[in-house]
Each structure stands twice: as C-alpha cells, then as structure tokens.
C-alpha cells in the first residue's frame, strides 16, 4: 500500500507569488490534515478535511487555504508568500474519526526568498 | 486548549543503553489518545507508540515502552538497548478522541546516540 505522497518535495519562491502544495493520502483514508513545521514554531496544525469539508483550521491567516476533492488529494494554498512562510509542510492521513494514528508524508520543504 | 510539553530540548545516550524522554500535557478531556513519534533527519515522521487514554497498561512495541499516568498528565517514553538508528528528533503528540484529527505536538526532544 503507497503511503501519504506529497508535491513537490522542495520550493523555492519570492516574497508576494503563491504558492500550491498537493497531498495523496493512503489509499482509502478520508481524513486529510495538514501542519506547518519551523525550528522556531515546531509543529502547527494548519487544517483538516474529511471528505472534501475542512473541519478543523489551526491560527493561521486567511493566506493559508486548503481543499479536498472527491478522490481525497488535498491541496493547501499559501497566497502573498512572507519570508516567515519558510517551512516544511507535512501532510498526514487517516482512515477517519476516532482512526487514533495519522501518517505522515515526507513533506515538502517551501523556502520564500 | 490542550498543550503538551517536552522539557528535554536534547537528549544523549550510550549505545545499547536506555533512556527516558519526558513528556507532559494539559486538558480537561478524559478521553484521548497520546503519541511519540520519531522523525529521523530529512526522513518521514513515523510512529514510534501510541496510548489510549482509557487503558491503564502501558503500551509496549518491543524496545520502546512508555509511563503513562494519567493523573500527573505525563507520559515518557522508554527506549531500551538503544541502537544508532534510534537517533532522531521525538515528539509526544496528543489528540482529543472526539473525531478532531487535530495533533498537538510538544517542541520535540533530539536525540543522540552515542556509539
């Protein structure tokens, strides 16, 4: 079974483009959450989807904006990129509520000069 | 809001020795579940453990064991005979049982052994 697969794997942008990263969670898990990684921060809970809903966002600004289609891929969008946006964005999947375990893609690694 | 907390930024050990990562957290939930995972250097986060709160034995997965105790909010993880490829960034990572797949995750404790 593949398991949680992430593009792209590195980036690099300039301050004001934007941004879209792409999730393929495991087959068949519904469940799509994605969280922001920095050596300042540590790890923050962006948002979550369960069949293409978000219900759960993290304390981020509107900048920051996912969806999911009816296949289960995610996409975050990051618009108007501040240097502060620098960071890995880790992808993780379940099977569903109360599943008890996420798995993690290896992220992609966005850098905003 | 819950909070979970690492207080050991880094940690070192002998090989084939054990050693003890801390972790505590906050919440008024009584149903949850609790996490360490392990994310090795430019590699994925993989589970290492995982605990139901509403069970009182300790969750055991070969080296790795951890002590839960539910009313002291506190939950470290064991690694025994520890072995080079242990060596990674920890993080203790709590979520509600109540269909929130939010984590939240302690700031992490690196790692290192010691050949």
């Given at each position: 079974?593949?398991?949680?697969?992430?593009?792209?794997?590195?980036?690099?942008?300039?301050r004001g483009?934007?941004?879209?990263?792409?999730?393929s969670?495991?087959?068949?898990?519904r469940s799509?959450?994605?969280?922001?990684?920095?050596?300042?921060?540590?790890?923050?809970?962006?948002?979550?989807?369960?069949?293409?809903?978000?219900?759960?966002?993290g304390?981020?600004p509107?900048?920051?904006?996912?969806?999911?289609?009816?296949?289960?891929?995610?996409?975050?969008?990051?618009?108007t990129?501040?240097?502060g946006d620098?960071?890995?964005y880790?992808?993780?999947?379940?099977?569903?509520?109360?599943?008890?375990?996420?798995?993690?893609?290896?992220?992609?690694r966005?850098t905003?000069? | 809001?819950q909070?979970?907390t690492?207080?050991?930024?880094?940690?070192?050990v002998?090989?084939?020795?054990?050693v003890?990562?801390?972790?505590?957290?906050d919440t008024?939930?009584?149903?949850?579940?609790l996490?360490?995972?392990?994310?090795?250097?430019?590699r994925?986060?993989?589970?290492?453990?995982?605990?139901?709160?509403?069970?009182?034995?300790n969750?055991?997965?070969n080296r790795f064991?951890?002590?839960?105790?539910?009313a002291?909010?506190?939950?470290?993880?064991?690694?025994?005979?520890?072995?080079?490829?242990?060596a990674?960034?920890?993080?203790?990572?709590?979520?509600?049982?109540?269909?929130?797949?939010?984590?939240?995750?302690g700031?992490?404790?690196?790692?290192?052994?010691?050949?």
């Amino acid at each position: 079974k593949a398991g949680v697969t992430q593009t792209p794997r590195y980036l690099i942008k300039t301050r004001g483009q934007q941004v879209t990263l792409s999730c393929s969670p495991i087959s068949g898990h519904r469940s799509v959450s994605w969280y922001q990684q920095t050596p300042g921060q540590g790890l923050q809970f962006l948002f979550e989807y369960f069949s293409e809903t978000q219900r759960n966002k993290g304390n981020f600004p509107g900048r920051f904006s996912g969806r999911q289609f009816s296949n289960s891929r995610s996409e975050m969008n990051v618009s108007t990129l501040e240097l502060g946006d620098s960071a890995l964005y880790l992808c993780a999947s379940s099977s569903g509520p109360l599943a008890g375990e996420l798995f993690f893609g290896e992220g992609s690694r966005l850098t905003v000069l | 809001a819950q909070t979970v907390t690492q207080s050991q930024p880094e940690m070192s050990v002998q090989e084939a020795e054990t050693v003890t990562l801390s972790c505590t957290y906050d919440t008024s939930e009584s149903d949850y579940y609790l996490f360490w995972y392990k994310q090795p250097p430019s590699r994925q986060m993989i589970l290492v453990i995982r605990q139901e709160a509403y069970k009182q034995q300790n969750a055991t997965e070969n080296r790795f064991s951890v002590n839960f105790q539910k009313a002291a909010k506190s939950f470290s993880l064991k690694i025994s005979d520890s072995q080079l490829g242990d060596a990674a960034m920890y993080f203790c990572a709590y979520i509600s049982n109540f269909g929130n797949e939010k984590l939240t995750f302690g700031t992490g404790t690196r790692l290192t052994i010691i050949p």
